[in-house]
């Protein structure tokens, strides 16, 4: 009679087996759609390897952490290693800090400031958008000097319930678009909801809105600048008729291309003080209201393609 049920049993687990792989697949595949945005495939795996982490949060839990801890394993190997916090901003898992963990260290920031830790729990809060990059100045235990770290952030719950905001980072990651398209959104969402008060932000070093050496700038429909990174203590400089290093008219060219667009790309070249020749850049700046007036929002990041050019 036993063997009889297990006899009958067995379709039934092999059935719920398919469905439950099916549904990891589909969830895994719908992920993966995510790494299309990117550029470069250390992205891409960086990316991968954090969303591979939360897959399995998700199914073993807490369990999970002891695998990311085995040292030479897929999860920690050189300088790759994945951390977590909880969403209050205490240390859950940092296998190369362990003295964190269970400290509360929602205060700590980078070398110019920036509080690292609230950012990464800010992302994980976000209702619509749970992920993203946040990008500091870090000195990594053992090295000599601090370098920068790009992040990729995701909240995920395990089956108890618990949530958790995990990520890993990559040192001397190289722009993507993305990086900057998504600062001069969150910019403009700012400028929009609080008006021109919060425009000193963009100036500060230690604040979510400038990443390695790409920074906001704002300026009016004539091309007045009311943020201006060059000469950050300056405001009201008329910049129309700036030009590149080759004679690019590209405060011009951005007034065109937003007469037709809400938002918009070009590259130029720009005068580099550490190069002998110009360093391609690419720009991304978009067009708001604030109190029926019109202003251009954007920020630049150094081409690492020439295909980006096209644009």
Same mark, same amino acid.
């Given at each position: 009679m036993h063997s009889h049920c297990?006899?009958?049993?067995?379709?039934?687990?092999?059935?719920?087996?398919?469905?439950?792989?099916?549904?990891?697949?589909?969830?895994?595949? @719908? *992920?993966? !759609?995510? &790494?299309?945005? %990117?550029?470069? @495939? *250390?992205? !891409?795996? &960086?990316?991968? %390897?954090?969303? @591979?982490?939360?897959?399995?949060?998700?199914?073993?839990?807490?369990?999970?952490?002891?695998?990311?801890?085995?040292?030479?394993?897929?999860?920690?190997?050189?300088?790759?290693?994945?951390?977590?916090?909880?969403?209050?901003?205490?240390?859950?898992?940092?296998?190369?800090?362990?003295e964190l963990i269970g400290r509360n260290i929602i205060n700590m920031k980078d070398l110019n400031g920036k509080p690292v830790i609230r950012e990464i729990v800010q992302i994980a809060s976000n209702a619509k958008h749970p992920f993203g990059w946040v990008h500091y100045l870090w000195m990594e235990p053992g090295e000599i000097y601090p370098e920068y770290k790009s992040s990729y952030i995701m909240r995920v719950t395990d089956p108890a319930g618990h949530v958790f905001a995990i990520g890993s980072g990559n040192y001397k990651q190289k722009a993507e678009k993305i990086f900057v398209s998504d600062m001069v959104d969150s910019a403009c969402i700012q400028l929009e909801r609080s008006g021109l008060e919060m425009i000193p932000q963009f100036l500060d070093k230690s604040g979510k809105y400038t990443f390695y050496d790409s920074y906001i700038f704002v300026l009016d429909e004539k091309g007045t600048a009311l943020v201006d990174p060059s000469f950050p203590s300056l405001s009201?400089?008329?910049?129309?008729?700036?030009?590149?290093?080759?004679?690019?008219?590209?405060?011009?060219?951005?007034?065109?291309?937003?007469?037709?667009?809400?938002?918009?790309?070009?590259?130029?070249?720009?005068?580099?003080?550490?190069?002998?020749?110009?360093?391609?850049?690419?720009?991304y700046i978009r067009k708001i209201h604030i109190n029926h007036k019109g202003y251009i929002v954007g920020s630049s990041i150094r081409l690492e393609k020439p295909v980006w050019l096209k644009i």
């Open positions: 297990r006899t009958q049993m067995n379709p039934l687990k092999h059935l719920l087996g398919l469905i439950t792989l099916l549904l990891i697949t589909v969830s895994c595949t @719908d *992920e993966r !759609k995510n &790494l299309e945005q %990117y550029e470069f @495939d *250390e992205t !891409k795996k &960086l990316v991968a %390897y954090v969303e @591979d982490a939360a897959a399995l949060i998700k199914t073993r839990g807490i369990i999970a952490f002891r695998d990311f801890a085995q040292k030479d394993s897929k999860w920690l190997r050189g300088n790759r290693y994945l951390f977590a916090y909880d969403l209050y901003g205490t240390c859950i898992f940092h296998p190369v800090s362990p009201g400089r008329k910049l129309v008729n700036l030009k590149d290093a080759i004679g690019k008219p590209i405060v011009a060219e951005m007034i065109e291309k937003l007469k037709t667009n809400q938002t918009a790309w070009l590259s130029y070249m720009s005068k580099s003080p550490d190069e002998n020749k110009p360093v391609k850049k690419l720009a």
